[in-house]
């Protein structure tokens, strides 16, 4: 149950950090919704707070740079396909108005794995770069989405003060299943691709071609301070897209600051791939927030979920795909996890579905005030196939339990089918304050992780020490109040 820590306390917390602080996370406090001031094709706006949009303040518009299409003052539209390198300035918003595909390596390899595609044709190499500040909207109603395939790149570099945010054309970020979402696609390992294969194809979500491969390391580029809203159109009868699918992303590619916002499928899911993450925030999804499968590796860190008030999890994790291949069990450190369900749901917060295995690491697990059911299983493994994993592939480590429904309520920790080791479970109140980080006393003053000895203590672990910060506290916030690390470019009231 969340208890927050006494207003005044906040207060002064954020006016010592604040005054302390310089440079990119401190400027702005949120950014704001766009207004329909004139820029989409029905009407729709730019943004009309901070610099997180493309609106001009009253001054001229900047030009729509080549290989986009003006539509108004201020607005460019993308084009179906970029088989050549495209940077989206700053200055004027950008509009989708269905499936926008960087590169063509979304075909079919040839048989002979040489890299070329089936038709023949060589697999481009196309960098789609995309400015601080800038919007991209897909079109209300519609399919629009943008696909980064294998081989080429998305450079989608924003900052504390001016996130890239991606929404629909309308008024507000407080729609949902408006427009698709973002897929990438990479050449990473696949538990569907076959065991020492020289190429892999694994057909895609939402319709999306093929992706996969042999190579940890690939790099699909960088999402930095980014913000994903309002996506996962329906495409066709109980499809929707995610606000992020990765599919067979590498660890060469950088995400980092990232936020899903009001998507009407998952936040994030990956397939496959092992990618890695930090900073990353998933809001009022309307299914789960956090989704993997079909064999992801990677590595998660300082994570925020703020559940909406759905049929989904905070967490749904399976390794589906390939009943024999290899296992998704990616490393996480550093997690909140805040729960909101409407009556007659699922009354657990994290689904470990097939064969999925997973390490949680200095985690905090929490109900909102709000909710209307009570959340008061931690976990449900629901397979033998995950059952089987547990304390070997399946682990938590410092976990801070409060998944009941009020103060001094803590909950199961997990369905009665299997038995963790509860030596380092903590069942307490999280006391999150408003900076979102526990000030229960149990959740600071740890040991640093030790990510060595994890991965010594179980061989199973793919924890990654070289990009993992060995932390000493629970929870995706430092209880010290020195780094309210998602305050300044998350949208506003989201958190």
Known sequence: MIRQVPNIVFTLVMLAILGACSGDDS?????????????????????????????????????????????????????????????????VSYLMTDRVTVGNGNGQLKTNGDGTLDDGSAVQSVTLTIEAGVEVRGKTGTFANLLITRGSKIMAMGTADAPIVFSSDDAGYDGSGEWGGLIIHGYAPHNECAVGGSYCDIDSEGESGFAGGYDPDDSSGVLRYVVVAEGGYEFSTGNEINGISLVGVGRGTEMDYIQVHGNSDDGIEFYGGNVNVKHGVFTNNNDDSVDWDEGYQGNLQYIIVKQGASKGEAFEMDTEGSSVGFLSKPTLANVTIINDKIADRATYSLNFKKRSGGFFHNTIVTVADSSETAVDTCINVDSAGSEELVSTALVINNWLQDCGLGVGVHGALSSPNVVFDASSVIETDARLDGLLSSQAPEASGLLPLDWDAINGAYPESVADGAYLDATDFIGAVNPDGTDPWWASWTITGSL
């Open 27 to 91: 400027t702005t406090i949120n950014i704001e919704a766009p207004s329909n001031n004139g820029g989409d094709s029905s009407g729709g706006g730019d943004s009309s707070g901070g610099d997180s949009g493309g609106d001009s303040g009253g001054k001229t518009p900047a030009e729509c740079p080549e290989g986009t299409t003006e539509v108004s003052d201020g607005l460019c539209e993308l084009p179906a396909t970029v088989d050549s390198n495209l940077t989206l300035t700053s200055g």
